[in-house]
Protein backbone atom coordinates (compact mmCIF):
# COMPACT_ATOMS: atom_id res chain seq x y z
CA UNK A 1 0.00 0.00 0.00
CA UNK A 2 2.92 2.56 0.91
CA UNK A 3 4.32 2.02 -2.81
CA UNK A 4 1.17 2.81 -4.11
CA UNK A 5 1.06 5.90 -2.19
CA UNK A 6 4.74 6.89 -3.23
CA UNK A 7 3.91 6.20 -6.61
CA UNK A 8 0.47 8.37 -6.78
CA UNK A 9 2.95 11.03 -4.41
CA UNK A 10 5.67 11.36 -6.92
CA UNK A 11 3.46 11.19 -10.30
CA UNK A 12 1.44 14.22 -8.64
CA UNK A 13 5.01 15.94 -7.66
CA UNK A 14 6.46 15.47 -11.58
CA UNK A 15 2.84 17.03 -12.74
CA UNK A 16 3.08 20.41 -10.55
CA UNK A 17 6.63 21.04 -11.50
CA UNK A 18 5.82 20.29 -15.08
CA UNK A 19 2.93 22.62 -15.01
CA UNK A 20 5.21 25.30 -12.93
CA UNK A 21 7.68 25.02 -15.83
CA UNK A 22 5.26 25.55 -18.40
CA UNK A 23 3.54 29.07 -16.89
CA UNK A 24 7.17 30.06 -15.86
CA UNK A 25 8.05 29.92 -19.34
CA UNK A 26 5.16 31.55 -20.81
CA UNK A 27 5.65 34.29 -18.61
CA UNK A 28 9.09 34.27 -19.18
CA UNK A 29 8.90 34.28 -23.28
CA UNK A 30 5.84 37.25 -22.75
CA UNK A 31 8.32 39.53 -20.93
CA UNK A 32 10.97 39.28 -23.42
CA UNK A 33 8.41 39.36 -26.06
CA UNK A 34 7.38 42.82 -24.34
CA UNK A 35 11.05 43.62 -23.45
CA UNK A 36 12.69 43.32 -27.03
CA UNK A 37 9.56 44.62 -29.08
CA UNK A 38 11.00 47.83 -30.04
CA UNK A 39 8.35 50.64 -30.78
CA UNK A 40 8.10 51.08 -33.77
CA UNK A 41 5.25 53.27 -35.93
CA UNK A 42 2.90 51.31 -37.92
CA UNK A 43 3.65 52.00 -42.19
CA UNK A 44 0.96 54.54 -43.25
CA UNK A 45 0.34 52.35 -46.51
CA UNK A 46 -0.33 49.10 -44.38
CA UNK A 47 -2.85 51.27 -41.96
CA UNK A 48 -4.60 52.76 -45.35
CA UNK A 49 -4.42 49.10 -46.79
CA UNK A 50 -6.18 47.70 -43.50
CA UNK A 51 -9.13 50.33 -43.40
CA UNK A 52 -9.59 49.31 -46.90
CA UNK A 53 -9.72 45.70 -46.95
CA UNK A 54 -12.20 46.26 -43.32
CA UNK A 55 -14.29 48.31 -45.78
CA UNK A 56 -14.49 45.77 -48.57
CA UNK A 57 -15.58 43.15 -46.15
CA UNK A 58 -18.43 45.52 -44.00
CA UNK A 59 -19.65 46.24 -47.45
CA UNK A 60 -23.04 44.21 -48.34
CA UNK A 61 -23.03 42.19 -44.61
CA UNK A 62 -26.45 44.54 -44.18
CA UNK A 63 -28.97 42.00 -42.39
CA UNK A 64 -31.97 41.04 -45.17
CA UNK A 65 -34.81 39.67 -42.85
CA UNK A 66 -38.17 39.41 -43.61
CA UNK A 67 -39.50 40.06 -39.99
CA UNK A 68 -40.43 36.30 -39.74
CA UNK A 69 -37.50 35.42 -36.86
CA UNK A 70 -38.45 38.22 -35.26
CA UNK A 71 -42.22 37.27 -34.76
CA UNK A 72 -41.25 33.63 -33.93
CA UNK A 73 -39.75 35.01 -30.94
CA UNK A 74 -41.72 36.94 -29.98
CA UNK A 75 -44.72 34.73 -30.24
CA UNK A 76 -42.40 32.34 -27.97
CA UNK A 77 -41.34 34.49 -25.06
CA UNK A 78 -45.29 35.94 -24.95
CA UNK A 79 -46.03 31.70 -24.49
CA UNK A 80 -43.93 31.33 -21.62
CA UNK A 81 -44.46 35.11 -19.92
CA UNK A 82 -41.22 36.56 -21.04
CA UNK A 83 -40.73 39.74 -21.60
Do not use: C, Y
Given at each position: ?5 A???AA ?7 S ?19 KK??D ?40
Amino acid sequence: MSVINALFSAAFLILVAVSAAVTGSMVLLALFDWVLRGKKSPDPRVEGQLDQWRGDLDHGSEDKTDGALENIHAEQMRKFGAS
